[in-house]
């Protein structure tokens, strides 16, 4: 909050603040500080904590155990697909190292696109790249893919 007064005539300002100096005022130490400070997590989000104490420091996939110096490579896969599901049973968890982790999502969205789901029209890609007039419009993973095709197919030429 800033206080101004103004001199005889309004010719001169005199401004006197009041409350924290802005950011550009005050050193880089105490703006980090305070802003780490201002990043507590809301309720709920310290779900990655309370899975690997419920479920232990091993993917559910491949059976790799961690320690404390890797445990940054365990993540927690929510079953539903929903972040915002949390039980406190851990029920809608499972500890998946970064590499199962990834499997599982990009097989979603493989069997997502293979089977026609999420998608208006069902896409079929052709091994040489070509798309009809008759062939929907591709978007995500399917323009990719697409795309992929139609470069290889150009430098096979």
């Known amino acids: 909050m ?56 091993i993917c559910a996939r491949c059976a790799r155990e961690f320690d404390a110096s890797n445990r940054h490579l365990l993540t927690v896969h929510h079953r539903d697909g929903n972040h915002h599901n949390n039980p406190p049973d851990g029920s809608n968890w499972e500890n998946l190292c970064v590499y199962c982790h990834d499997d599982a999502h990009s097989r979603g969205l493989l069997g997502d696109y293979y089977g026609g789901r999420g998608e208006k029209e069902k896409a079929v890609v052709h091994a040489g790249g070509v798309r009809e007039a008759s062939e929907p419009v591709l978007s995500g993973l399917g323009a990719k893919l697409q795309k992929a095709l139609e470069e290889k197919g150009k430098k096979g030429k």
């Open 2 to 57: 800033a206080r101004m007064s103004f001199g005889k005539k309004g010719r001169r300002v005199q401004v006197t603040r009041t409350g924290p100096k802005p950011a550009w005022e005050r050193p880089a130490e105490d703006v980090v500080r305070e802003m780490k400070e201002g990043m507590q997590r809301p309720p709920g989000e310290d779900y990655r904590e309370r899975s690997l104490a419920l479920h232990g420091l």
